[in-house]
């Protein structure tokens, strides 16, 4: 058996047949959600096993399995990269709290991906460390997405991780972006490269605007033809750049 899916289309081919999988006809634009869906349609109308196979080494279709996947993981199986760097595991194998698991759709949206952009010099490892420090930044991150309505109880927790992640013990981006400045130029008397400051407050509400939207739609993988607003409204121009 064969199943193939073109844009919103989706056929199963047998040896002597073909026919539409009509649950599987979706809207649903980006690969790794297609890939998600899939799965969990056949993890839940089969008793078959699914492997999942990212050769790019794509951390989203990892993410996805770990957040969408689990109550199947003894039942999934990833393979994940090419050549020398390829591996393989199953779901059952990642050992990650309950509460870390349900925030890393939200992380990785806002952390950098193909969609969002990540912080200069502060890479997934960074993130990932304070994120497990504080169970307050892991609740966080596991509302990011759940509605496309952001709270300014999430917001305010977010911009402490911001600080964190730069090892500022302010509470707000403007504050944490003045005092590394004014640290550097006292200590090397010479331009501060701006790149290597926190956002300030207007380009950080942006940022969160947009993984919010990746968040939530990453979060609706498991739904064939999800509503979506409009991505101007979540930090885009229209033709698709960032504002």
């Not at 959600?33 to 279709?61: C, F, Q, R």
């Not at 194998?93 to 950098?112: E, K, M, P, R, Y």
């Not at 006292?186 to 990746?214: E, F, G, W």
């Amino acid at each position: 058996m064969i199943v193939i899916s073109v844009e919103d289309e989706c056929t199963k081919f047998t040896y002597d047949n073909q026919q539409t999988v009509l649950p599987l006809q979706t809207t649903q634009e980006e690969a790794d959600t297609k890939l998600i869906l899939h799965a969990h349609y056949y993890l839940e109308t089969t008793m078959s096993n699914v492997t999942l196979y990212s050769p790019s080494g794509d951390t989203g279709v990892v993410v996805l399995a770990i957040a969408l996947l689990k109550l199947y993981n003894e039942r999934v199986t990833i393979i994940d990269g090419h050549g020398q760097y390829k591996k393989s595991f199953q779901l059952n194998q990642v050992d990650l709290d309950g509460t870390v698991v349900n925030a890393l759709i939200g992380f990785h949206a806002f952390s950098g991906n193909d969609f969002v952009s990540s912080f200069f010099r502060k890479g997934k490892k960074k993130c990932y460390e304070v994120l497990e420090k504080k169970s307050t930044y892991q609740d966080a991150f596991a509302l990011l997405g759940d509605t496309f309505e952001l709270s300014d109880s999430t917001f305010k927790v977010i911009q402490q991780f911001v600080c964190h992640i730069y090892n500022s013990k302010k509470q707000e981006v403007n504050e944490a972006r003045y005092e590394l400045f004014h640290k550097k130029y006292q200590n090397y008397d010479k331009a501060v490269d701006m790149s290597t400051l926190p956002p300030c407050l207007d380009v950080l509400k942006l940022h969160i605007l947009r993984s919010q939207y990746i968040a939530a739609l990453w979060k609706r993988a498991l739904i064939s033809k999800p509503e979506l607003p409009n991505m101007i409204d979540f930090g885009w121009n229209h033709d698709g750049t960032i504002k």
